[in-house]
């Protein structure tokens, strides 16, 4: 599998990897966790640009490292830049996350952005750990990876998975993506934890790279006009703001007056009857808006939701 991975990366993505830069893991936040023991120490700073996705937050946190958000500039857009993740480094960061394209935002980072990150971090001799989930579901343009820039195994992890792009959730399966030296001490990283993911999953995760690595593109013409869809509408609400972006499946809205996006939430659930995630869930950058996922809901379901929002937000 870690070879069949190899190949598929490096031809679309990866400037130079093979087997020996794979470990294979039980999902991506394993594969995550996994990569936060083998880099950072208890006290080491670790920096996520905000909105950060939620896990990340809590897995720094469970590490005993310190989660620094650093929230972005760009409230529009969100996307991610070298001053964004300038101010707040500290003597003390060990490793900086990115989440390309970005759960909650939705947003993909840039290569003018990436590459200068991942350069101005390796002259300081900061870990760049690249949680690249949705790598799949990048609308109109190539996905740009952190491990493309040439000399990515210098200070680059790659965290992918099965579960997006595959629709592989129940079969927990990712990988981490690095230099040799940094796998081999993952492995043992990931001995003490579960040994490996299970071998079950694997066999189905290496026929589908091998037979159908470009599956998630069968869906993104649907995902398309589920987005214009609420493109449309949610600007037929004024109080709702969102620019949309160019990968994922969410819909990082921004509510006009709300200063508690939890509480928004639980009455939009229990009075409109529509599932929301706040925005406080992913930083206190995020507070005030809501994510909404358009993923996984029917083109009927996704009406439904829309015209319970435009009716409570009237």
Not at 261 to 287: D, K, M, N, W, Y
């Amino acid at each position: 599998m870690r070879r069949a991975l190899a190949d598929r990366l490096q031809h679309d993505t990866v400037a130079g990897c093979g087997p020996e830069n794979l470990v294979i893991t039980a999902g991506a936040n394993h594969a995550f966790a996994t990569a936060l023991a083998t880099l950072v120490d208890p006290g080491d700073d670790v920096v996520l640009p905000a909105p950060y996705f939620t896990n990340h937050f809590m897995q720094v946190q469970a590490s005993g490292a310190i989660a620094i958000e650093a929230p972005l500039a760009d409230q529009k857009t969100y996307d991610v830049t070298w001053d964004d993740v300038a101010r707040a480094l500290t003597p003390r960061t060990r490793a900086v996350v990115l989440c390309n394209p970005s759960n909650p935002t939705g947003a993909a980072i840039t290569r003018a952005n990436g590459e200068r990150i991942v350069r101005e971090l390796a002259s300081r001799g900061i870990w760049v750990i690249s949680d690249e989930t949705y790598m799949h579901f990048v609308y109109g343009e190539a996905h740009w990876s952190a491990a493309s820039v040439s000399d990515w195994r210098r200070n680059v992890v790659v965290i992918g998975t099965f579960s997006k792009s595959f629709a592989m959730m129940g079969w927990r399966v990712g990988f981490v993506l690095a230099d040799r030296d940094v796998c081999e001490q993952a492995t043992k990283i990931q001995d003490a934890m579960i040994i490996c993911a299970p071998t079950i999953s694997q066999i189905a995760a290496e026929a589908a790279v091998n037979e159908d690595w470009d599956y998630a593109r069968g869906f993104h013409a649907e995902l398309r006009r589920r987005r214009q869809r609420l493109v449309d509408r949610l600007a037929d609400m004024p109080r709702l703001k969102w620019a949309p972006v160019t990968a994922g499946f969410f819909a990082f809205v921004r509510v006009n007056g709300c200063a508690d996006s939890h509480a928004l939430a639980i009455r939009l659930l229990e009075e409109a009857h529509v599932v929301t995630i706040p925005g406080a869930s992913f930083g206190r950058s995020g507070e005030g808006c809501l994510r909404l996922s358009y993923g996984s809901v029917s083109a009927g379901d996704l009406d439904v939701a829309v015209e319970r929002l435009a009716t409570y937000f009237v």
